[in-house]
């Protein structure tokens, strides 16, 4: 069986004789150990992608585990050539590059879904004067559905730039958000609909996108002309973020009975999930800013609760500002009583 698996890795990797085989050794993360998001964004290369050709470069390798309860690990160097589309951080690279990165040898590698054609986020290093993925075996890239981007549209500043010239995490993780959720050129919207809730998980797990920037990027995609990308946009502000946002009512009146659907459903979500909200709100309000928010803005982070449809969610969340805030900080809870419902 072993022998057949390996037959079908090769078959579906064949050699690119572009590539060069490099002296490289894998570098793995083995279960139990931690990978956190720095380790992505300490990448000294962080670049949107599009994928030209991918195969099997180089002999096999066995990795042995430091806990025997692993054991060994055959792996096979592959080899990646790819378009540089943006660059998020690091130098100038070519328009063309090449990267590698360790597959296990016996199944079909974890970088099979790097089709060509398709983009990505990658994040490399410098390893023996070529570009080297920061893990093997472990994903390291990030699908991209919603097309290509200008440079000039990301949100990122370059260190030549900045006062004490370093990259800001926020500034890198912020641009990742921007080239996932914004569709450019060639946006795939049936995909990015289907993937969208996946996607938002693993920015704000893997890459600690700050919340407030997801709900901001979300509900940028109200006014996009795919009415299902809208409605599950739409969802995600309901399930990541618990906001109940106008869109609900927007899906409600779809003229597509699907889209209708899915608004019923979430109107049902929000009105259930109320009385919880309002109880978090009012016992840990700081807690919910700080998990469905932004950490560095407690203020913007609550008052976003301000502006959901729940009367009763923007009364608990204007009374909590009220008592740390003057009324002229916050023109969100205008016309909003101070006063808890009752």
């Not at 983009?119 to 004067?129: A, K, N, Q, T």
């Not at 080239?179 to 809730?197: K, N």
Request: with cysteine.
């Amino acid at each position: 069986m072993m022998i057949k698996l390996i037959l079908i890795a090769n078959t579906l990797l064949p050699a690119v004789a572009a590539c060069e085989i490099p002296h490289i050794v894998p570098r793995i993360v083995y279960p139990g150990e931690e990978f956190h998001s720095h380790t992505w964004l300490s990448a000294p290369h962080i670049l949107v992608v599009q994928i030209l050709h991918i195969g099997w470069q180089g002999r096999e390798v066995k990795v042995v585990a430091p806990s025997s309860r692993f054991g060994g690990i055959s792996m096979r160097p592959v080899c990646v050539v790819a378009r540089v589309e943006n660059i998020i951080r690091g130098k100038a690279v070519p328009s063309e590059i090449t990267f590698y990165y360790f597959a296990s040898s016996v199944v079909v590698p974890r970088n099979q879904d790097l089709n060509p054609g398709s983009r990505y986020i990658v994040f490399l290093r410098d390893e023996s004067g070529i570009l080297r993925t920061v893990t093997d075996l472990t994903s390291s890239e990030i699908l991209v559905l919603s097309g290509a981007h200008e440079q000039s549209e990301l949100p990122v500043t370059p260190p030549s730039a900045k006062v004490g010239g370093d990259w800001n995490e926020y500034d890198m993780s912020d641009a990742i958000a921007y080239v996932l959720f914004t569709p450019g050129v060639g946006c795939d919207s049936a995909a990015l609909t289907e993937r969208l809730i996946d996607t938002i998980e693993r920015a704000g797990r893997l890459l600690s996108v700050p919340p407030e920037y997801l709900v901001a990027l979300m509900r940028a995609l109200r006014t996009n002309s795919d009415q299902r990308l809208r409605t599950e946009a739409c969802s995600a502000l309901l399930g990541e973020f618990r906001l109940q946002d106008a869109c609900i009512d927007d899906a409600l009146r779809a003229s597509d009975p699907e889209v209708q659907r899915m608004g019923g459903q979430l109107l049902a979500r929000a009105r259930s999930g109320e009385a919880k909200l309002l109880r978090d709100l009012g016992e840990d309000p700081l807690g919910v800013a700080i998990y469905y928010g932004d950490s560095r803005d407690f203020k913007s982070a609550l008052t976003r609760f301000a502006t959901d449809q729940r009367t009763a969610v923007r009364r608990r969340a204007c009374e909590i500002l009220h008592v740390l805030y003057t009324t002229a900080e916050l023109p969100q809870c205008d016309g909003v009583s101070k006063a808890l419902p009752h």
